[in-house]
Structures are given as C-alpha cells and as structure tokens.
C-alpha cells in the first residue's frame, strides 16, 4: 500500500459505521501501511480477538482492526431509515433556523 492509498482510506474512515468501528480500522489500516513494525505481536493478537468478546463496541473495534488489517474499505454509515438520524443531523427542514448550518450542541 503507498501512501496515498493509506491517506484515501483514512479520509474515509471518518464516515465509518461507528466510532470504534472507525477508531479500530485506523489501528488497522496502520499496521497494515507499516507492517509488523507497528505494535508488538501480542498487542496484534489481542486486536484480532476483540471480534469474539459479548461487549458490541469492543466487537466494533475488532471489526475496524480486521478491515484495516486487511485493506479493505471501511464499512460506511448507511442511513436507510430516517428515524435513525441522530439529534445532530436531523434534515433542515425540521430546524428552527432555516440560515443555521451548524450542528445542534446538547450539553
């Protein structure tokens, strides 16, 4: 993989199916760039188990860790349902503030 290949898929973990989804595949996608010279065997081994623990954002992290691992693409949010658009992305018709672009910030 050359570097500019690395860069594209880094870009494009950010629209990732979750967030430790994507925090996993950028792991991943390092080892995958810099080879065995990233992180130790043991730590390589414990990254590729996470797919087997019950907890689903550890699973999600293993997923990432794999894909990135692998090469392959990352698993991209896909909205097929517009229920499960979160508070920060409602459509902009529903928002108070037709000229308001920014996100909504809850505290």
């Known amino acids: ?7 594209t ?3 494009r973990s950010r629209y990732a199916s979750s967030r430790h989804y994507a925090m996993g595949y950028l792991r991943g996608l390092r080892r995958h760039y ?16 996470l797919v087997l623990d019950g907890d689903p ?10 894909d ?3 090469g392959r693409e ?6 097929n349902d517009p229920s499960q658009i979160g508070p920060n992305l409602r459509p902009r018709q529903e928002r108070n503030n ?8 809850r505290y």
């Open 1 to 7: 993989m050359d570097l500019k290949r690395y860069r």
């Open 9 to 11: 898929l880094a870009r």
């Open 34 to 49: 810099h080879g065995e010279n990233f992180c130790t065997p043991d730590e390589h081994a414990l990254w590729m188990s």
């Open 57 to 66: 954002r550890r699973v999600d992290l293993g997923r990432g860790y794999r």
């Open 68 to 70: 990135g691992v692998a």
């Open 74 to 79: 990352p698993a991209l949010l896909i909205l």
């Open 98 to 105: 037709d000229d308001a672009l920014s996100p909504v910030t």
